[in-house]
Nanobody, 117 residues
Framework: QVQLVESGGGLVQAGGSLRLSCAAS????????MGWYRQAPGKQRKWVAH???????NYADSVKGRFTISRDSAKNTVYLRMNSLKPEDTAVYYC???????????WGQGTQVTVSS
């Protein structure tokens, strides 16, 4: 079992920045990658970015160049730095951990990000 706890959401004006954090605990040795998804009201949850255990990162086109995913292995924490935020970035952001041994996805409780225009 893996537990994920997110923090760092909030209200920010367009053009501003936020940093989300996701702390993992439990059976973290089996995690192959961690990432972020977001879900806007009335819409499906969408992938935003992920980072593999090898440090490879990938981003959705909608956030490329504005968001940066990183990790602190010593703290078992993944971060999402969000710059140049837009109103369309408003969503609940969920941390995800993918188990590479027993294919399974763990999810955090979500953190609200609201960008005002």
């Amino acid at each position: 079992q893996v537990q994920l706890v997110e923090s760092g959401g909030g209200l920010v004006q367009a053009g501003g920045s936020l940093r989300l954090s996701c702390a993992a605990s439990g059976s973290i040795f089996s995690i192959a990658s961690m990432g972020w998804y977001r879900q806007a009201p009335g819409k499906q949850r969408k992938w935003v970015a992920h980072i593999t255990s090898a440090g490879t990162t990938n981003y959705a086109d909608s956030v490329k160049g504005r968001f940066t995913i990183s990790r602190d292995s010593a703290k078992n924490t993944v971060y999402l730095r969000m710059n140049s935020l837009k109103p369309e970035d408003t969503a609940v952001y969920y941390c995800n951990a993918h188990d590479g041994i027993v294919p399974y996805d763990y999810w955090g409780q979500g953190t609200q990000v609201t960008v005002s225009s």
